[in-house]
């Protein structure tokens, strides 16, 4: 059974920084695309990034590419985004997806591809 948990959330100050972890198990990066995505209120979940299978391609949106960073530790079965340089707008739960689907991270990452997900992470950054 494939299983998300975000952590790591929390309120922060414009300008710093944020690292949510999302412990995963039942599959290994190799196997499925992950991604991290984002919804504030009365808003449309939002790709922020992506990595496909096998990590050989990542996405950011340009929301955040420059600030934001995707990476896995295969020992611990968890994806991590570094959020650096936070912004009030940056405000959202952020939640991490799974997919076996290669092609679910491309030049881009829709939600309504992701079958698996997390409970989701509140991040709050204040002006």
């Known amino acids: 059974e494939v299983q998300l948990a975000e952590s790591g959330g929390g309120l922060v100050q414009a300008g710093g920084s944020l690292r949510p972890s999302c412990a995963t198990s039942?599959?290994?990066?190799?196997?499925?695309?992950i991604g991290w995505f984002r919804q504030a209120p009365g808003k449309e979940r939002e790709g922020v990034s992506c990595m496909r299978s096998g990590g050989d391609r990542t996405y950011y949106s340009d929301s955040v590419k420059g600030r934001f960073t995707i990476s896995t530790d295969n020992a611990k079965n968890t994806v991590y985004l570094q959020m650096n340089n936070l912004k009030p707008e940056d405000t959202a739960v952020y939640y991490c997806?799974?997919?076996?689907?290669?092609?679910?991270?491309?030049?881009?990452?829709?939600?309504?591809?992701?079958?698996?997900w997390g409970q989701g992470t509140q991040v709050t950054v204040s002006s």
């Open positions: 997806a799974a997919d076996p689907a290669r092609w679910a991270c491309y030049s881009g990452t829709y939600y309504k591809v992701y079958i698996n």
């Open positions: 039942g599959f290994t990066f190799d196997d499925y695309t």
